[in-house]
Every structure is written in C-alpha cells, then in structure tokens.
C-alpha cells in the first residue's frame, strides 16, 4: 500500500537548521504536488511549502527566505531544508502529497504520521 513517512526531525536551538525528509512508498504510477504542512499545539495545521510536479514551489511568508522545499522525482521524495529556525517554528510538521498508485483511475491525498520539529529560545 502506499504511504508516506517523514524523517530528519529534531531539537536544535534559535538559528539552526533541519533538513526534513519525505518518502512515498509503495506501487506507484505517479507523485504529483507534494508539500509540508505543521501543526502547534492549539493551532490549526497550516501550509508551509508545496512544489508541482514541475518543481514550481509556494511558501507560507512566515518561512520565506528562510525554507526550501525540493523533490527528487527519481526517489519520489520530498525535502524541506529549513535554516535560521525560530522558536516559532516548533510543530509537528506533516509530510502531503498527491499520488496516483498503480492500476487506479484517480488520486488521492496522502499523509505522513508527521515528525516534531522543537526550536529553543
């Protein structure tokens, strides 16, 4: 079956860096978007980054300058690099992606089980 599973979360102070990581597996005919979703305690799970198929990308301005999302297509992986973290930048952050499995007519959304990215001050 297929499913997503995010790794590269972690602990790391005001102004560090992660790099997380996205990995569709299963029997697939295509990835298409794919893209970070996080979630703070108390608060609505928000979009961070997304990226076509194409490699055209969008970002929450709250992580502009700061994120890259990126894909190797050849992997069917998702990354997001993420450099100068803030303490507001702690969540659990949430692997998307829209994929095609083998054999069927329509896609569906995916969901990773997500991965806690915590930012002290």
């Known amino acids: 079956q297929v499913q997503l599973v995010e790794s590269g979360g972690g602990l790391v102070q005001t102004g560090g860096s992660l790099r997380l990581s996205c990995a569709a597996s299963g029997i697939i005919f295509s990835v298409n978007a794919m893209g970070w979703y996080r979630q703070a305690p108390g608060k609505q799970r928000e979009l961070v980054a997304v990226?076509?198929?194409?490699?055209?990308?969008n970002y929450v301005d709250s992580v502009k300058g700061r994120f890259t999302i990126s894909r190797d297509n050849a992997k069917n992986t998702a990354y997001l690099q993420m450099n100068s973290l803030k303490p507001e930048d702690t969540a659990v952050y949430y692997c998307n992606a829209k994929i095609l499995p083998l054999g069927v007519k329509y896609e569906s959304d995916y969901w990773g089980r997500g991965t806690q990215v915590s930012v002290s001050s």
């Open positions: 990226i076509s198929s194409g490699g055209g990308t």
